[in-house]
Antibody, heavy 116, light 105 residues
């Protein structure tokens, strides 16, 4: 069974940093693109970033490019999202999911709150 | 960016109803479209990919159609578990989602 467990969400002040982690199981992590998708509570979904199987390609939504960095450690089966210069509008539940274009498995998400 | 517009934003229906949700893209996306269902407090669940391909394990009462700029998700006979919010998502380019359609009683 595919499982994904996100962690690292917290309350942080504007301008601060956070590092999210995703621990997947039940599939061959190194064989899949991985993505982060976020959702403002009560609002819609937004793709944030994705990363190729070997980490050689990374793509970001315009609103986070230059502030967020997606990375992975295939040896440890971990996906990361380093978030710097956080803004109030980054407040959301962050989900990780396997796949480049659509996502058939999701974790429960981790909540990031950016507030002073 | 490709904008995705769903209609209606809210839909009131009853168990057994046939329900259709529409999703329009701001430019042609061929059939690069997925549909998700989201229950309150839960992560999204993939229903359909490539516009009309049913994800494994998804009941056959769900179906998708369309190509180019106009797409539909149809639930042939609404069941109690189907009261939820539905999102379309394009992947012709950087993925973007529609604003959602809430199906309630």
């Amino acid at each position: 069974e595919v499982q994904l467990v996100e962690s690292g969400g917290d309350l942080v002040q504007p301008g601060g940093s956070l590092r999210l982690s995703c621990s997947p199981s039940g599939f061959t992590f190194s064989g899949y693109w991985m993505a982060w998708v976020r959702q403002v509570p009560g609002k819609g979904l937004e793709w944030v970033a994705n990363i190729k199987e070997d980490g050689s390609e990374k793509y970001y939504v315009d609103s986070v490019r230059g502030r967020f960095t997606i990375s992975r450690d295939n040896a440890k089966n971990l996906l990361f999202l380093q978030m710097n210069s956080l803004r109030v509008e980054d407040t959301a539940i962050y989900y990780c999911a396997p796949g480049r274009w659509w996502w058939g498995a999701w974790g429960r998400g981790t909540t990031v709150t950016v507030s002073s | 960016d490709i904008q995705m517009t769903q209609s209606p934003s809210t839909l009131s229906a009853s168990v057994g109803d046939r329900v259709t949700i529409t999703c329009r893209a701001s430019q042609s996306i061929s059939n690069w479209l997925a549909w998700y269902q989201q229950q309150p407090g839960k992560a999204p669940k993939l229903l359909i990919y490539q516009a009309s391909s049913l994800q494994s394990g998804v009941p056959s009462r769900f179906s998708g159609s369309g190509s180019g700029t106009e797409f539909t998700l149809t639930i042939s006979s609404l069941q109690p578990d189907d009261f939820a919010t539905y999102y379309c998502q394009q992947y012709q380019s950087d993925p973007t989602f529609g604003g959602g359609t809430k199906v309630d009683i």
